[in-house]
């Protein structure tokens, strides 16, 4: 009988349920450590990319000035030539050529910059 068990168990392939469970209980630790954080990179990547377009936009702003004699450009399709591709925010363009953000997705303009909305 011995015997027989020995050569059953040598032809066994494969985990038992402890181990299956195990690796499971570790993925589930891990997944719950790192969803969390990967999400905060996102949000302020976001952040940070709307802010380097505002800064794009202001020195476009002050090229355009600096060609025209002063002369502050009316609104965001005057610096076409200025930007490359397409702006995802809005902006307006004060009489002294500084720049206010009006919209970029879920951000606010706060302070001269943009920022993610508190709630």
């Known amino acids: 009988m011995y015997n027989f068990m020995r050569k059953l168990r040598k032809h066994?392939?494969?985990?038992?349920?402890?181990?299956?469970?195990?690796?499971?209980?570790?993925?589930?630790?891990?997944?719950a450590v790192i969803v969390p954080n990967v999400a905060k990179f996102i949000g302020s990547g976001t952040v940070e990319a709307a802010?380097?377009?505002?800064?794009n936009v202001q020195l476009a702003v002050t090229a355009y000035m600096a060609e025209n004699g002063g002369t502050v450009p009316t609104d965001t399709a005057a610096l076409s030539s200025y930007i490359m591709?397409?702006?995802?925010?809005?902006?307006?363009?004060?009489?002294?050529?500084?720049i206010t953000g009006n919209s970029y997705g879920?951000?606010?303009?706060?302070?001269?910059?943009?920022?993610?909305?508190?709630?």
């Open 51 to 55: 802010n380097t377009e505002a800064h």
């Open 106 to 119: 879920d951000l606010v303009w706060s302070d001269g910059k943009w920022a993610e909305a508190t709630t």
């Open 12 to 31: 066994q392939k494969g985990f038992t349920l402890i181990e299956l469970l195990v690796v499971v209980a570790i993925l589930g630790v891990l997944a």
């Open 85 to 98: 591709g397409t702006l995802t925010g809005t902006y307006t363009i004060g009489t002294d050529g500084t």
